[in-house]
């Protein structure tokens, strides 16, 4: 069973950067196809991006479209998400996530498609 634990996360200034990674242990990402999702308090956790096990198709949540990058790093069993231009909106706790089901671009918005989940990782950007 793998095990997924985020990283990266912090505070920001609106229009700043950050890059989120998601380590594994226990298993191989490649084997999967991975997705990250945030949760803003009082909210439901959303879709973010996903990415099928060759990186050769992603797909964004359209708030985040032109601002995220979704991307693996095979070498590193690694999965990262860069975030540019960040806005207060984006504040949320981002998890990561793995299905070991076949990549489709509609299902892997959905949480339920998700077999293991990392515990989150923290962005603020203040107003």
């Known amino acids: 069973q793998v095990q997924l634990v985020e990283s990266g996360g912090g505070l920001v200034q609106a229009g700043g950067s950050l890059t989120l990674s998601c380590g594994a242990s226990?298993?191989?990402?490649?084997?999967?196809?991975m997705g990250w999702f945030r949760q803003a308090p009082g909210k439901e956790r959303e879709f973010v991006a996903a990415?099928?096990?060759?990186?050769?198709?992603?797909d964004y949540a359209d708030s985040v479209k032109g601002r995220f990058a979704i991307s693996r790093d095979y070498a590193k069993n690694t999965l990262l998400l860069q975030m540019n231009s960040l806005k207060p909106e984006d504040t949320a706790s981002y998890y990561c996530?793995?299905?070991?089901?076949?990549?489709?671009?509609?299902?892997?918005?959905?949480?339920?498609?998700?077999?293991?989940w990392g515990q989150g990782t923290q962005v603020t950007v203040p107003p």
């Open positions: 996530a793995a299905d070991s089901g076949p990549w489709d671009a509609n299902s892997a918005k959905l949480r339920t498609k998700y077999d293991y």
């Open positions: 226990g298993g191989t990402l490649s084997r999967y196809v």
């Open positions: 990415i099928s096990r060759s990186g050769g198709s992603v």
